[in-house]
Every structure is written in C-alpha cells, then in structure tokens.
C-alpha cells in the first residue's frame, strides 16, 4: 500500500534564480509541457506582474492548458498598510488566471523588522489579509512560509502565529520553507514535529495538510525533505536538476525515486517515472547549462563502473554495486574505459561493442597501451565512444580505409566593423584520386567541415545526410593561456543514429579537424556493417 | 565545549574513481601536502601494490613525511584460503611503511558467496587473520565494513559477526561504507544504533570508535554523515569536493563546515578552515575539473545574489539570506548582473567596481539596456568583470582609448603527418600610426595574442608582464554544430593582479580575439587607475 505525495516544481520560478541560468517564454513553456507529460501535479510558472515574460506565460497556458498539472502563481503579501483589494500587485496575480496561488509570507521576526520595516502585528494582517482576499475572488492557496525554520529558532511564538494566521484565513497547504538553505535533517525533524503538533487541534476552513520547501546550502536538501515527510508532510518542493539560487533548491530528480523505489510513496505512475532521466537532460538543454553527470539517478556517471574490481562485480550481478536498477528511471550502466582501466575493463568495453577480444589476444594489450599514450596526451575516450570503436579496429587490424587525409588550410579575417571571414581547403584522396576542396563558413570549424564533404561526397553520396549535432570544446591545461591544449568533442548524426568522436592539439582547429574526420569516417562504417549498440544511440 | 571528530580523507583513492578524473603521481603529492596543511588527521593514499604510481607516492612520503596528517594505505583482506603472512599483496601493502593500514572487508552475504566465491566462515577468517598479521607487524588499523548498511538489512546477525570479528582481532576504528550509496538518512540512525548497542559490551584489545563512509548515489551522502555522528561515530570520512565513483563520496568541503560551525565538533583549526574554499579549488585545478560553482559554502555562487529583492535585504543584513558569514571559510559575497538584474542590481554591482551611479542617471538605464542586448547575444557578464566594467565606462562616456584595431587575418594549415602551423597579423593603430605585425604560435589564438603584443608593446612597454593565465571555451548552442556560437573567457594577469574579459562569436577565433583585446586594454587601464577592488583578484 503506498502513500500520495504531491510534488510540487518551481524551476520555472526559484530554479530560474540560478547563476547562469536564464529561460525564454519559449523556454519556459516548453519546460512546462514537459513536467505536465511527466505528471507532476503543481508547476510554479512564476510571479505575473514581475516581469512580463511571466505574465505572457500564464496567458500562453490559459490558451492551451496543461493535461495533467495545475499551474501555480507566486506571489507575495500585500504592502504593510494597504489594502489587499486595492493592491495592483495582487490583481495582476488574479489575472494570470490559476486555480492556485503560492502566497509567501515571513515567519522570522528580523525579516519582517528589517526586510519590511514594519510592525509584527502588521505582517499578521497582511498575511490574513491577502489570503482572505483570494479566497474571496476563489482561488486556493498555497501558503509559503519563508525562512520557517530560522524564524522558529529565533521566535518560536511568533513564527507559529504567522502559520495559524495564515490556516485560519483560508490556506490548504502550509508549507516550511527553509529559504537560506542552513538547516539540518535532525532540525527539521523536530521543528517540523513541534509545528505539526502545535497547529493539530486548530479549527480552520479545511484540514490541514503541511509542505516542505528546501534548498542546499548545506548539502542536506535531500535529507530535509525526507525528514519532513517522514514527520508527515504531504507536499514536496523543489526543482529538476536542483536549480535555484546559490547551492540550489531539492532536486527532484533524486527526490522523486528515494520516495517512489525507496520509501513505497506515490508520486507519479510507474510509466512516468521511466522518462525522469530524459526530462532532467532535456531541461539542462533548455537552459542550456552542462548536464550534472554526477548527479544521483539521471546523472550519465550514476550507474558507470571504473575500478576493476567494480567492473567485474557488476558483471556478476549489478546489485553488487547499483542501489536501483537503472532502466527504471530510464538511465543505464556504463563500464568506463579510462587510463585507471585494467585489462578487464578494455575487455567489457570491447563486448559492449560486439567486438569479442580474448585476454590472450596480443591486441588487447595493445590497445590497453595505447589507450594509456592517448589518454597521457589528453585525449579522452569516456565520451568518444566512436572513437574508442576506430581505435580498438585500428590494434586489430580491421580498421577500413574509406579516404586518406593530404593536408588543410584555414583563413580567417575580419577587418573593423566587418563580419569575420573564415575560408577552408582540404586535400583528400580516395581511390588513388587526389581531391582539392574549398569552402566558407561561418566560422573555421564550420568550414573546415563544409569543404571536407564537398570533396567526399561525390565518393560517398551518404554524406549528405551527416549531421554535426554538437560540438564541445574544454580546455585541458588552462592554467597554460592560449598555449593550452584543447579537447574537442564533435557529436554526429545520420537522421537515425548519433556517435561522438574526440581530437586533441594545441591547436584548437587541428583538434576540431581531427574530431570532424573521424566522425565522417564512423558514419561511413555504420553505413557498412551492423551496428555495435552501445557506441550509437538511436535518436 | 566542542567535541573532536577525526576527518579521513579518500580523494586520492576513492575520489579518484570519478569518472573523467586522473591523477598523476605529482597531483597526489600536491593534494596530499595541501591536505596536510589543511590539517586533516587522516588521509588515505592509495592501494600499494594495485599500480606502480601508489607505491611510488608512499615513498615519496616516506623520503619527505607530512607534517600534521597520517599517510594511510588502503587494502583488501587476505585471499581465500590462503596465509596472511605469505600474502604477496599484503606484503606490499606493508612495504608503503605507514603507521596506519585501512582494511576493508566484506559485510554483505551476497558479496562473500557471489563476490569472493566463499563461504561465510572463511570471509571471517579473512578478516581475522589479516588484521592480526598487520597488527603483529605494528601496524595499526582501521576496518572498512564494506557495504555494511545493504549487508545488515539482509543479514544483520552475519553483518554483526564480520564487525565483532574486525574489532576482536584488534581493529581500533570500524567504519559503516555505504558502498553502494542507496541508504537514506533514517536507516543509518537505526543501523548505526543497533550496531553501537550490539558492541558496546563486547571485550576488545582497543576500545572501540566508529566511523562513516558515505556515497552519493540518493543526494544523502552529507546527511547520512550527520546521522551517523549523532549516533556517536567519531570518524568521518569522504573526498574534497565530493569526487568519488558514480555520484561521488560525502564532499568533506560540506561536512567539515557543517560539523564545525553548525554542530560544535572540531575538525580542523578555525585559521585552517578560513583555507577550505582555497582548497576545493586548488584540488579541483590539479584534477582538472571544472569547480561546481553550486557546491555548498565552497562554490562561486553559494553566496551569490541574483534576486532583486534578496539583493536588497543582504546589503542591510546578510543574515537574512545567509546561513553562515562566507569569510568564515574564505568564500565570498557576489552580487550577480544577468538578464535578470533589476537597476538595483546594476547599482550594486556598480558600487563594488568604485563607481557610484545614481538611480537616475540616464547612464544607468543605459547600463542596463546594453547589457541586456550583449546577454540575449550570448555575453555573460557573471564571470567577466573586467569586461562589465568597460561596458560601464563606455556608457558613462570615461573609456579610454588606448588603441583601435583596424583588423587581423589568421591562418593555419597542416600537411599530412606535420605539425600544425599557426599565423596571425594584426593592424592596429596608437597615436594615429597604424602598425602592422605578425607572429606564429602554438595555435591561432596564441599567434593573435603575440601580433597584438608585438604591435603594442613599443608604446606601452609594460604589455610585456601580461600574461595570458587561462582560456576557457562554451560552445553556447552546442545542437547547431560547428555553426554554434562561442563564448571565450580569458583571463589575463601581469604578475600582480588578475582580471577576465569575454568574447562572442560564431567564430571561436573571433570570440577569442575580441576577449584577448578587452584583456590586453584593462590591464593598461589597471596600470593608469586605482584598482576597483572587487574586479580584480590579487595573486
């Protein structure tokens, strides 16, 4: 028998104050539309009236509702002596158009001094006031009680006065934010209890059910939300990926399982929970910020196996070192090919890509060398799977000649306000035929890769279809200016299938160059022979 | 009155595991001297014997010891029916001459029939003999339950014995892993409970302490620590910035914070603890790893402000939006201009440079309209300072002209299997001459830095101390290719002072130019001025 649990997001709105992170309206929505898919029950779109992305977004959602999900706008309290139903500020909440409205409101003495210059007594009106007022005008309210736990620590009376006020005058949820993020599991644990038992014989307009917002300054949003739930907390709070400002807010990507596999609560359905790893990589691309690959459940390191002796285990059987089995929030096992890899790596490795290599096999200690002189050098195979696969051909001498590469040159210019110029010829033969092509680009990779199709093309009229998706650069020895290494990672499609090759120079247009050539030349191969399953993934 | 508690560090064991981290033998040994002086008891070196770098660093350590921290090598139990004293692995393990060896020995079932292919009895033995052997060469030691949490919910009783059995042979600490990371904050109170209880009275050549070694796999790995010291463990181990397998170990950059500021253990020495943030990055910079801007009290952002109404209330008082004061482990303060900022913000951030722009000032709005323009662009401003600070005096018509550039054109090219040759020149013009320069480099962006030198430094000889410290790429939408537009940071020094500037561009060598012009300009603008405090950092 398991327990509802209402998952509450707000990376639309808390999420968004992340350093680095900015979101379109068309950012937004498209972030919505997939958390509705993904059934989580309330979406925080923002605060309408603060800005007016925020306001078109309602209006965008009231065009074309969400299926699953309500829709919740922010807000806070009316001013200190004012009227709620005069304040400019709450209509314009009103007029986002939601069933629910998250009204925050302050618990902590020092804020309402400080922050609002205002009386104590004052803060309780306002709180009452604002709610009375939604009420009034039928919506629901959510009721966000800022720096709860700090509040409660400093005046426990008053902090508890704020949360009654806000029950009495008509709110469902109360919710214990812990804003500043300094809070420990055992503290929640016990502040959350004193509160639920402090409020349990109060007659309010509905029975209350209690929330738990958390961020991660200290490293514990995760065991704070836990800690509440377990004191009987209904709702949870947080964002996808752990978004939010400073350290983050909960993640729900690692909340959603710990409550779902570990501890038998009802989030969302079995099916749903299937795409968790794919929404959280899909909203890092959005908002277009690096994947976590560390990150618990969906991060691409979650379930990888370096060290040997891990790597054999797993084989045995993956409960050895895999708390959850990873395709049930759609993420998968890896064995990571790496300079630290034994033997006994290379060899899984070289399963996963159909190609069975015995122990004995002169090859395999080949390829484990030279492996290690790559690697020394900067090149990195975790990723360029591709060409880990070019690699392991090229020691069994089953690597396929598809064209041989003569040379390159680049051009770029700009002169004053002018664009920059970039212009690239390659020399390539194929079939004893020698090649020379040119072409222009928007910048010299973009170039580089143009001419180097024109030239294969005719040979090889698959090219077309050759796509370059992506395109990484890092910087290996930073701490050595523009004299650097540099790391390419270039990512290519065929319309069905994508593989990652990988170059290295101090040179950044050679490294991209070598990373481009590769990644043609692995197209060419699938094209020819059945494909190893691990190195490509279908799109 | 405040409690001691032992911090062991792994990072160079078990956070070496990370997937995309690698350590040279120079890396260990600068991490373990910088652990050193941070003054953590206990650090963990590798595996003697497992690969020739481990064995190399011990000596090292032995010609040269650390001053306040204890060397620990780490190993397995002896074989399966085999003799401790005989065993080769053990041998070496003995020969890395530390005073203390931690041994880690299975706890779970599974492992022991699965894993060693054993029977229950003989992984006792195991345990026993090893550590007698290890003891009877003076050694003293720590036992590793290895999966002791997943070991004791299948089979507490066995679980039970392989502990009795570590201590009764004369292990002085016996550690709860976590291995597999899956166990939850409330779990590990009850286990860690049941275990003390069921040892307390047992007869032991040591009295008996507890440890705990915590994975990341469920987002608990700090709060499981906390659990368990509230239990009574007195050892806390985990990896500086949280490296480890699959989503890393217990970040001790977390745990010694919280413990010591929050819950009045002692770590460290509190002139120590002010070096935690200068650690975490200088430990991220030998494992070349990009900092998580994200972590808790360590991060750039986690005391980052980018709220316009959280801007507001910290600079009346930071409490109301910090948990802890940032100095205290040598973080800092940071207002954040983004996208987002509100004229508040812009006005903060100007303050911090030495500049004090009024509300309104048409320059203000100015201010921020441009920056709103070069963001929606792709320029970000958060990590540029010296870049925004050009960007304010352009609008407040104070920039000064040092040069203008009248352009450059750059080439590279590579011919079979040669190096890859690197040219650029640049036209520019000082005190109405135009200058024309050329110069070769490692690759084109160094080729540019040095023409732009070559051309300048004639007039302002003091280019010549400028050096260009660090480059970084961001492809900024990675899904169109080699089409995709760059963001280029540079960061620039002359010898006293260091500063960062930005560039963007569809073309990475045109983003990389603009970047190391802003550069080469704010480091004469340094040497004319007084130095805004917060824009540049003293090395």
Chains 1, 2 share one sequence.
């Not at 937004?28 to 605060?47: C, M």
């Not at 009721?143 to 006065?161: I, R």
């Not at 090919?337 to 002169?362: C, E, H, M, W, Y």
């Not at 523009?482 to 390419?488: E, F, G, Q």
């Amino acid at each position: 028998m398991t327990h509802p649990l209402w998952i509450y997001d707000t990376t639309l709105r808390d999420g968004a104050q992340r350093e680095g992170l900015s979101l379109s309206l068309d950012d937004k929505l498209r972030i919505a539309r997939q958390l509705d898919s993904l059934g989580i029950p309330f979406i925080e779109g923002g605060w309408p009236g603060a800005n007016p992305k925020d306001v078109q977004f309602f209006w965008k959602l009231q065009e074309q509702p969400l299926v699953n999900s309500e829709v919740v706008a922010f807000c806070s309290t009316r001013r200190p002596n004012s009227n709620a139903a005069e304040d400019d500020n709450l209509k314009a909440i009103l007029s986002a158009g939601t069933h629910w409205i998250t009204l925050f409101g302050k618990s902590w003495d020092l804020h309402v001094i400080e922050g609002l210059q205002t009386t104590l007594t004052e803060n309780l009106a306002m709180i009452a006031d604002t709610i009375k007022f939604f009420r009034s005008q039928g919506r629901r309210v959510i009721y966000d009680a800022e720096h709860w736990f700090d509040g409660y620590k400093n005046n426990p009376n008053y902090a508890l006065q704020t949360l009654i006020t806000a029950a009495q005058a008509g709110a469902e949820w109360l919710v214990f934010c812990d804003t500043n993020g300094g809070t420990l599991p055992h503290e929640v644990t016990k502040i959350v209890r004193d509160a639920i038992q402090a409020t349990k014989d109060l007659e309010t307009p509905f029975p209350l059910q209690f929330g738990i917002h958390s961020h991660n300054d200290s490293g514990t949003a995760i065991g704070n939300a836990i800690a509440a739930v377990l004191e009987g907390v209904k709702m949870v709070q947080g964002t996808i990926n752990g978004y939010g400002e400073r350290c983050g807010n909960a993640n729900l990507c690692t909340l959603i399982p710990n409550f779902q596999l570990k501890l038998d609560y009802n989030c969302i359905q079995d099916e749903q929970i299937k795409r968790l790893t794919e929404v959280s990589r899909f909203v890092s691309e959005v908002a277009n910020l690096a994947p976590d690959d560390h990150a618990p459940f969906v991060g691409l390191s979650a379930f990888s196996h370096k060290g040997g002796i891990h790597v054999s285990a797993v084989q045995k059987n993956p409960l050895t070192y895999e708390h959850i089995p990873p395709e049930i929030i759609g993420n998968q096992r890896r064995i990571v090919v790496s300079d630290q890899a034994g033997l006994s790596n290379v060899l899984a490795k070289a399963r996963t890509f159909g190609i069975d290599l015995d122990r004995n096999n002169p090859a395999s200690r080949k390829i484990l060398q030279q492996l290690k002189n790559l690697e020394n050098q900067g090149y990195q195979f975790e990723a360029a799977e591709a060409s880990f696969d070019l690699l392991m051909r090229e020691a069994l001498g089953t690597r396929k000649t598809f064209f041989t590469l003569k040379g390159f040159q680049v051009h770029c210019d700009k002169f004053s306000d002018e664009v920059c110029h970039a212009l690239a010829t390659v020399k390539v033969t194929v079939n004893a035929e020698d090649i020379l092509e040119a072409a222009e680009g928007n910048g010299p990779v973009s170039a580089l890769d143009a001419a180097l199709r024109k030239a294969l093309v005719n040979f090889y009229p698959m090219i077309a279809e050759f796509q370059l998706r992506d395109y990484k650069v890092r910087i290996i020895d930073g701490g050595s200016g523009t004299s650097a290494k540099t790391r390419v990672l270039v990512e290519s499609s065929n319309g069905q299938q994508r593989w990652t090759t990988v170059g290295v120079s101090t040179n950044i247009i050679d490294a991209s160059y070598q990373a481009v050539v590769e990644g043609l030349e692995y197209g060419l191969l699938l094209k020819q022979q059945e494909t190893p399953v691990s190195v490509v993934a279908v799109i």
